[in-house]
């Protein structure tokens, strides 16, 4: 339920309430709707999923929970928010440093709107007539999918790349290449595998979790995958235009031309 006194946040002292109550095990979501009537709606059937929710009407309100202690394992957006939208929102999360997994909760279930979040770093994209309990299980198989293996604080150096693993962020010849999250995690996962074939499987569950299912038909995850190379190769050819260090073997899938110095 919303709090009269903050308009933009439901309640915090109840969420923190669930979690010293019920443990920590407990998944801690943060989520963005501007809907009251939808957001509490979401929040109580979560809860009863065994999640801690906590809603906010707008970025703002999530921004400077954020800057406080909001501690959470996910964040939930809607697409459509007022001021800035859950797209903008990601953009600037992630330029911010957030790197909680965020997903996308809406009810523009359109093929667009999915691969533009999927490229801005989202981790999943639901519609929202799913209804909470396909909702429940996604979250769940998301945060209980292996992480990838540690990266170490200090950046890799490979030729003329440059990845800094504390913010995300690779450079070419000392030239940002401007990569979103999940574009990042697939140059790392190339670059720290270089001269070795990654399969395009290997690649999309980076870039989700592994047995995430997208895509038309059961190989249709190979044409999110070249899509996404594609908006990666671009990136580089704007900063170098004699750039060819992202190989394809047709059927297999990607490498690093070069090895890690």
Not at 172 to 185: F, I, Q
């Amino acid at each position: 339920m919303m709090n009269e006194n903050e308009p933009g946040d439901t309640e915090p002292g109840r969420a923190n309430q669930q979690i010293a109550e019920l443990g920590r095990d407990l998944i801690r979501v943060l989520h963005v709707e501007d809907d009251p009537n939808c957001r509490e709606a979401i929040a109580d059937e979560l809860s009863a999923h065994g999640f801690v929710v906590r809603g906010f009407a707008d970025a703002i309100s999530l921004a400077n929970a954020l800057a406080t202690d909001a501690k959470a394992d996910i964040i939930l957006l809607d697409w459509d928010l007022p001021g800035i939208s859950g797209i903008e929102l990601l953009v600037e999360l992630r330029k911010f440093g957030v790197a909680l997994p965020v997903v996308f909760l809406t009810g523009y279930a359109f093929k667009a709107q999915e691969n533009l979040a999927f490229e801005a770093g989202a981790v999943d994209f639901i519609d929202k007539v799913r209804g909470v309990e396909i909702l429940a299980r996604r979250l769940r198989r998301l945060l209980k999918a292996p992480k990838p293996a540690a990266v170490p604080s200090a950046s890799i150096v490979c030729e003329m790349l440059l990845l800094n693993p504390n913010v995300g962020r690779a450079y070419w010849n000392d030239r940002d290449v401007g990569l979103t999250l999940g574009e990042y995690n697939i140059v790392h996962l190339l670059a720290t595998n270089a001269g070795r074939w990654v399969s395009y499987r290997a690649i999309y569950d980076r870039i989700h979790y592994e047995g995430f299912i997208g895509g038309s038909g059961e190989d249709g995850y190979r044409t999110n995958v070249r899509g996404t190379i594609r908006h990666i190769r671009k990136k580089f050819l704007q900063c170098d235009e004699t750039f060819a260090e992202i190989e394809n073997f047709v059927g297999l899938g990607y490498r690093w031309a070069t090895g890690v110095g």
